[in-house]
Structure formats: structure tokens, C-alpha cells
């Protein structure tokens, strides 16, 4: 069998129009899963790398043309991480100072108020041009709020996607009432799936897990390239072969 | 036409058209392979044939209103987490009763259980035609009041004219993710090949009025918009296979081929009743005998 040393190294791609690999359409959600082991940091650290850039930069596709492209306004809003977790990808690809590049924590002590967290998110994206929003998982409003109803939080997502690109990071890995339903209902308003799963055997040296892009049932008038790939993370770079 | 006399494809294209009477069609679906195509082909098809058609379309789940609409003369009425009574009340009640109108309801699992009734006892009425989508992978939300009601789609199931069954291409392949997903839920990573392909499989189940429903099987390619029906491949079972039997019992069970023949001689009654009565489709038909008393006084003709 052979290892990833024999592979050859390949560019991320959501989309089969190259010159906008990672940035969805307007108005659609994209949804990032991932268990407990296998937290995307480095995938939202890239999509926000050829999101603010003006010339198609990203480290996860490093052969992509560079093309004139407009930045676009990139908000991270995290219900589980602080920046700390970012700082390292935004320093090292040169994004820290980037003045079109938002992270807010819902879990820092400066934080929005919870119960007006999608309005805050609303107020301060609509005024922009073409926005990313990246939210990460926002089904724990459901139990940071007992008030908040399955129906009302998917109603607050279905506000924020009205004005931006939204990518959605969910968990696979809690199995409560909530959740149960929660997953099944993102999925079914996706455009775009992407999925990050440990390795069904174990753990390995070469191989950190799998990546899964697939069309959601939401159309999407970009053209999926639905694919999987293996990926490497190493203390120097994320790898990414063909399955 | 009669569904028994049309071909399954004629049938399809008919309610696809809105042709066929059917006030209520039920379209079941998971996320791997969801209803949109299903439902882009039949309202491309109602359009071009009735061009009239309003369509309203009842959102839970879309946020904005998808590019067939025509928002002048169409409605696009958003119902997440709204009181669904109110604003049914007041968008639809200024439309013109005369005019067939579709109603799509994208979908029928953010209702609860107890309201299901009630939201299409507000939209059924002759000259609405009702196209509502139920996930069935999403979990039901369980009346805590009372747990042994049935689940909301077997409500919606039951009160259906037309069911659209919708399953991936390779729904039956060893590594498909399709029962899975029924049974526990959406489980990653995800079989690409099995995602929401441009053909897929539909099993349609068509009520008559009389009641009798019909179980059609079809592959659709809404690329092409090409419908092909699916023949069952496994024949039905006859009865005679008598292989079956062998070694199940101490005694037979099994019959020789003298007591078939003579089976076969028998002239069954009911048989030679239908030769002539089987002719006039359902209906009741009296056939006047020698001995039946038969009144030529009219027992309600006027007396004066």
C-alpha cells in the first residue's frame, strides 16, 4: 500500500470554477462538520485566506491562478473557540491585521449579549458588500438558552444567511435530543457539505483523516466538485491527496 | 382517463401536469437525495401547461423565494417560527377562489404534531392543489402531551391523494448510505456517489377515488426530464412452487399432476359471473330475472 510520501500533493477545491475555489454564492449555506479529533481550523483559516485576499491567495491551494478579486468582509463568530485558536494560521499567512477580517467569541467576556446574538451579527454584516460569515456551533444556543427553540434558532440562521455567504461548523459528535435534530435540519438548507472524519482504523502517522466535499440539496448555481480527500496536518503545513 | 387504462408514465406526466385529480401530493425525501428535482420538474410541467398557475409557496426552510416564482402574480410566505394561521389568513384569503392554485409547503416537519390538521384544513379547497415535502430523516417533534398519537407522517401519509416516495440510484448497493440514514440518523463520512444525483428513484403510490391505490416504480433523469417506469424484478409469487414445501412436513402437502388437471376442469362460479358483469367497470348493474316481481306503477310519480 502506498503512503502519502508516494502521493502526489493536490489544491483544495469546493467549486469547479477555480477562480472562486472556496467562496460560495450569496444567500446559501455551506455546512462544515466534524467530530471530537478532527477540529477544521486550518480549513476556515484558508477559506478566510482567499476570502480577503485580493489576488486568490490560499495555502490549501497553492497552484490556483492569481486572479484580481475583490475582498470580500470575512466574520468568524465562535460559540466554542477564541482567537487563540486562529492566531497562529492568521500570523503565519498574514491575515491577522487584515482590515476585513472580524472574529468574534461568544465565550470571551466582552461577548454580545446571547439573547441578541444573531441581531448583533445581522447589524453588523448587512451594511457590507458580499460577506462571509463563519459561524461555529451555533446549536449550542440551544443549550446556553432554554428559551430558544429548535425552530427559533434555525430561524435566526435563515436571517443571518439573507445577507451573506454562511458557512455553518457543526459537531457530529454530541448525540443529545437537541442536536439529533438540529444536524439533520442544517442539512436539508445546505448547498455544499463538507465533511472532516477521523480515520476508521485508527490513528496513523501520515494520514490526520478524511475530507468529504459533496453537493447538499440545496442547488447552488456554482458547480460542486464533489471529492475526498486524505489530509496530513504537520507542525509546518496541511497536506491534502486524492482518496 | 383511468389510471388502470393509462400506462404508469401517462399517469406520472398527468400529475406532474396537474391533470390528475390529486388536492393533496405528499413527497418524501432524505438529504441525500432530496425532493427538489422532483419538485423542479413538476412545477416546469404545470407551468407550461396551465401558464395561469399562482403558485404559493409556504417556506420553513428556503429563505428566499427560488427563481420559478413569479412574485408578481405569485406569493412567497415564510413560516419558520411564525403563527402559520395568522399569515395563511391573511395572505391567502384575497385570492381569487376560481383559479387552480399550488400550494408547496417546504416542509411539513417544522409543524408540530398537533397542528399538522389544522394547517391543511386552512389551505384544502377546490381549487387548491397541495405540494408538501416531509424529511424523513429529520426526527418528528413528539406531542409530549400524548406519545401514542400517530407520527406526523403517518397523518400526511393517510391523507394524501399521491405519495412520492424519493430514494438515491443506489439505494440498493451494499455500501449505500440510504437505510442507514433512515434508521440512525446522518452518519459521515458521506458516500458521494450516493448524493443527491441528477437521476434518481421515485416510487409513486396513486390513490383512486374508489379507493384502490396504485404502486408504480420510476426512474427519473430530470436532466432530460425523462421519466422511465421500473417493472419489478422479482415476479410475484405464484403459489405453486412447491419445492417449498418439500420436507417440511411428515405427511404431503404437494399436489400430483392428476388432482391439478382436475382442478383446473372446475368452473368457478365467480369467474363465469364476471364475463358479462366485468364489462361496465364497477358499477352495480342489476340484471332483471324471469321470477323478480317487477312493479310497472312509478312509486313516485304524482299522485294528482
Known amino acids: 500500500m502506498a503512503s502519502t510520501s508516494d502521493l502526489q500533493e493536490q489544491a483544495l477545491t469546493f467549486y469547479k470554477n477555480k477562480s472562486n475555489a472556496l467562496t460560495p454564492s450569496q444567500n446559501t449555506l455551506s455546512l462544515i462538520t466534524h467530530d471530537s479529533s478532527n477540529f477544521p481550523s486550518w480549513l476556515i483559516a484558508g477559506i478566510l485566506q482567499q476570502s480577503v485576499s485580493t489576488n486568490n491567495e490560499c495555502f490549501l491551494s497553492p497552484n490556483f491562478p492569481s486572479i484580481n478579486k475583490e475582498s470580500s468582509p470575512s466574520y468568524v463568530y465562535s460559540f466554542t473557540n477564541t482567537i487563540q485558536t486562529y492566531n497562529k494560521y492568521f500570523l503565519k499567512y498574514n491575515i491577522k491585521n487584515n482590515k476585513n477580517l472580524h472574529f468574534t467569541s461568544f465565550i470571551n467576556s466582552d461577548a454580545p449579549p446571547l439573547a441578541s446574538w444573531y441581531t448583533s451579527i445581522i447589524s453588523e454584516i448587512k451594511s457590507n458588500r458580499n460577506p462571509v460569515v463563519i459561524i461555529e456551533n451555533p446549536e449550542l444556543v440551544l443549550l446556553l438558552d432554554p428559551t430558544v427553540t429548535i425552530n427559533k434558532l434555525l430561524s435566526q440562521i435563515q436571517e443571518i444567511q439573507k445577507h451573506c455567504a454562511l458557512y455553518i461548523v457543526s459537531t457530529t459528535s454530541t448525540s443529545s435530543s437537541f442536536t439529533s435534530t438540529y444536524l439533520p435540519s442544517i442539512l436539508h438548507r445546505s448547498s455544499l457539505i463538507i465533511s472532516l472524519t477521523a480515520l476508521t482504523t485508527g490513528r496513523a502517522d501520515d494520514i490526520s483523516g478524511t475530507l468529504t466535499i459533496s453537493t447538499g440539496p440545496i442547488p447552488n448555481e456554482n458547480q460542486i466538485e464533489s471529492r475526498q480527500y486524505s489530509y496530513l496536518i504537520s507542525n509546518s503545513a496541511v497536506k491534502l491527496y486524492f482518496k | 382517463m383511468s389510471a388502470s387504462v393509462a400506462s404508469p408514465t401517462v399517469l406520472l406526466n398527468r400529475i406532474f401536469s396537474l391533470r390528475e385529480s390529486c388536492p393533496f401530493i405528499l413527497v418524501s425525501d432524505t438529504f441525500i437525495q432530496s425532493a427538489t428535482f422532483l419538485t423542479n420538474e413538476l412545477v416546469n410541467k404545470a407551468k407550461s401547461i396551465n401558464p395561469e398557475l399562482t403558485i404559493i409557496y409556504l417556506s420553513f426552510e428556503t429563505p428566499l423565494p427560488p427563481s420559478y416564482l413569479n412574485l408578481s402574480k405569485d406569493k412567497f410566505i415564510n413560516l419558520l417560527d411564525k403563527d402559520f394561521e395568522k399569515l395563511i389568513n391573511q395572505n391567502l384569503s384575497n385570492l381569487p377562489d376560481d383559479r387552480k392554485k399550488l400550494i408547496i409547503i417546504d416542509s411539513f416537519n417544522y409543524i408540530p404534531n398537533d397542528q399538522i390538521v389544522l394547517l391543511l384544513k386552512l389551505l384544502m379547497k377546490p381549487s387548491n392543489i397541495i405540494y408538501g415535502i416531509y424529511h424523513q430523516d429529520i426526527p418528528s417533534l413528539i406531542d409530549t402531551n400524548n406519545k401514542n398519537k400517530p407520527s406526523s407522517y403517518s397523518y400526511l401519509h393517510y391523507l394524501s391523494s399521491c405519495v412520492f416516495d424519493i430514494k438515491p440510484i443506489n439505494f440498493n448497493d451494499a455500501d449505500s448510505d440510504y437505510y442507514l440514514l433512515l434508521q440512525n440518523g ?35 433523469d430530470s436532466i432530460n426530464h425523462q421519466y422511465e417506469y421500473i417493472i419489478s424484478a422479482n415476479p410475484a409469487s405464484t403459489g405453486d412452487d412447491e419445492s417449498l414445501l418439500e420436507n417440511l412436513t411428515t405427511f404431503n402437502l404437494g399436489t400430483t399432476k392428476k388432482q391439478k388437471e382436475q382442478r383446473d376442469k372446475v368452473d368457478l362460479p365467480f369467474l363465469e359471473a364476471q364475463q358479462s358483469m366485468g364489462s361496465v367497470g364497477g358499477s352495480i348493474v342489476y340484471e332483471f330475472e324471469k321470477d323478480d316481481d317487477y312493479d310497472e306503477e312509478d312509486a313516485f310519480e304524482d299522485p294528482f
Do not use: A, C, M, V
Open chain 2, 186 to 220: 446522518p452518519h459521515f463520512p458521506l458516500n458521494i456517489r450516493d448524493i443527491h444525483q441528477t437521476k434518481f428513484y421515485t416510487e409513486l403510490t396513486y390513490r383512486r377515488k374508489s379507493g384502490r391505490s396504485l404502486d408504480y416504480k420510476f426512474l427519473i
